[in-house]
């Protein structure tokens, strides 16, 4: 005999009734995860523009500010290049060329060019830049070349100065420097250049090389290119003469010379008893 009460018999129909809710429950917050985790790529998508997006307009304005001074005004660059490292006194001359950049664009305006301490030009920019020599007068030793840019507009863009040096040989010492760049040619009767030399046609290459002084191809006949001095007197880059021979002095008892066939060019003692110190320069 069955004694369930119509209670007991009611609960398995609740149970049953209420299992589809929960079932509905759980699949909807599944769905509510699928859609978090589906919209998640996209969130982090978004926050990695706006970051890029900020990167890229802070770079901006970083570059744009770049080219102007703390005052506001803009940024001028001027850079200086010289033909040469050094000149001659009196001979030779170096040219510097000047260019001049205003916010990454060519210049207007003038530009002062001093050396040595003196003034040695004011010129106008032409498309930026511009040549000048230098003074063929400045002194032996080593100059400062300063380059100030004077902009066209003063009161919106910054002056610049750029800087280099010049050295300024004296002529005797690029007689040397010329002299020394040949060691090593073999001798050659007769020979004129660099394939090959005798002794005063060493001697008239060097010094019309270095100084434009022409020379005559004979020792004797530079005997008389210039006065006599005593060795006391003797100023690296004379001549040193004997009979038949010729060299170039070079101080502390030196001398260099082609000296006989199969030798070459090279520095040595002075070897000659009685020698004479011939000032050319």
């Known amino acids: 005999m069955n004694h369930a009460t119509p209670h007991a018999a009611a609960r398995p129909e609740r149970a049953a009734r209420r299992m589809p809710t ?22 982090a998508s978004a ?32 850079s200086l290049h010289r033909s040469s490292t050094t000149q001659t006194y009196k001979t030779t001359r170096a040219t510097v060329t000047v260019k001049v950049h205003v916010a990454g664009h060519l210049a207007k305006g ?5 050396a040595g301490g003196k003034k040695v030009g004011k010129v106008r ?4 830049k511009r040549t000048l020599r230098l003074p ?19 009161k919106q863009v910054a002056k610049d100065v750029a800087k280099t040096k010049v050295r300024v040989l004296s002529r005797h010492q690029m007689v040397v420097r010329v002299a020394k760049r040949y060691t090593g040619v073999p001798y050659v009767w007769g020979g004129t250049t660099p394939r090959g030399f005798d002794c005063s046609g060493f001697t ?3 010094y019309a090389k270095a100084i434009g002084r022409s ?21 690296p880059g004379d001549l040193i ?33 009685n020698p004479q110190f011939i000032e050319v320069i």
């Open 47 to 78: 926050a990695t523009t706006h970051h890029s997006a900020k990167h890229h307009h802070t770079k901006k304005h970083h570059k744009k500010k770049h080219h102007r001074t703390k005052h506001g005004k803009k940024r001028s660059r001027v």
């Open 241 to 273: 003469w004997t009979p038949g021979h010729v060299a170039i002095y070079l101080g502390g008892n030196k001398q260099i010379d082609a000296p006989r066939p199969g030798e070459s060019i090279h520095v040595r003692s002075i070897w000659q008893s």
């Open 110 to 114: 003038k530009v002062k060019v001093r």
């Open 204 to 206: 008239r290459y060097v």
């Open 125 to 128: 920019l032409h498309h930026g």
């Open 22 to 43: 929960r079932t509905i429950t759980v699949v909807l917050l599944a769905l509510g995860l699928v859609a978090v985790s589906a919209s998640a790529p996209a969130l």
């Open 136 to 154: 063929a007068a400045l002194r032996p030793g080593k100059h400062r070349v300063r380059a100030v840019y004077q902009p066209h507009k003063k």
């Open 215 to 235: 020379l005559s191809h004979s020792s004797s006949a530079q005997h008389y290119a210039g006065h006599r001095v005593s060795r006391s007197e003797a100023t």
